[in-house]
T-cell receptor, first 117, second 114 residues
Framework: AQKITQTQPGMFVQEKEAVTLDCTYD???????LFWYKQPSSGEMIFLIY??????QNATEGRYSLNFQKARKSANLVISASQLGDSAMYFC??????????????FGTGTRLQVTL | NAGVTQTPKFQVLKTGQSMTLQCAQD?????MYWYRQDPGMGLRLIYY???????DKGEVPNGYNVSRLNKREFSLRLESAAPSQTSVYFC?????????????FGDGTRLSIL
């Protein structure tokens, strides 16, 4: 079974609009962390936002926020006021505490976001 | 601060050739990782080193070897390259586990095997 599922291969959004990128996860570990990374066309991986399984509030970082629904095992990324520079591939990833000192990440297959004028 | 540095950035090999991808970090991080990225498949873990002196297999280790040369450096070796190893390779590092710290990634190495 896939540990991280991103069901939207591609998304379009108009500039200045908000967009939600979906991520669902599968784990039996009570302690885990969820990460979102952005990969622009230049190829580098840029960390955006983190949500811990025990965090009481949804994470926010500037225009990025996480809609974390623990019971549904979803951690959707919300980008507000989209900009042309937001056009990129976005990856959701999970780290389970059971991986111990390895601190390994499991990635989803990504969503390609295109921001249009 | 350079962060995570990967060399080379691009490489073309012939089938059967060998190659070592280099990775170095200057952030005093303890754990280092090698991933490969293929279209439609996200990033998959090849090998990792939880601390200096240790290495372990990840999800897709076949055809690769690694060396944690010291705390800073973690290399990935392809002994006999195959076309299936054509991919973009990323090195990453993290200082502390059990935390909310993200892995820091290098800019990647684009490897083509003919």
């Amino acid at each position: 079974a896939q540990k991280i599922t991103q069901t939207q291969p591609g998304m379009f959004v108009q500039e200045k609009e908000a967009v939600t990128l979906d991520c669902t996860y599968d784990t039996s570990d009570p302690s885990y962390g969820l990460f979102w990374y952005k990969q622009p066309s230049s190829g580098e991986m840029i960390f955006l936002i983190y949500q811990g399984s025990y965090d009481q509030q949804n994470a926010t970082e500037g225009r990025y926020s996480l809609n974390f629904q623990k019971a549904r095992k979803s951690a959707n990324l919300v980008i507000s006021a989209s900009q042309l520079g937001d056009s990129a591939m976005y990856f959701c990833a999970m780290r389970e505490a059971s991986t111990g000192t390895a601190s390994k990440l499991t990635f989803g297959t990504g969503t390609r976001l295109q921001v249009t004028l | 601060n350079a962060g995570v540095t990967q060399t080379p950035k691009f490489q073309v090999l012939k089938t059967g050739q060998s190659m070592t991808l280099q990775c170095a970090q200057d952030m005093n991080h303890n754990s280092m990782y090698w991933y490969r990225q293929d279209p439609g498949m996200g990033l998959r873990l090849i090998y990792y080193s939880a601390s200096e002196g240790t290495t372990d297999k990840g999800e897709v280790p076949n055809g690769y070897n690694v060396s944690r040369l010291n705390k800073r450096e973690f290399s990935l070796r392809l002994e006999s390259a195959a076309p299936s190893q054509t991919s973009v390779y990323f090195c990453a590092s993290i200082k502390q586990v059990y935390s909310n710290q993200p892995q820091h990634f290098g800019d990647g190495t684009r490897l083509s095997i003919l």
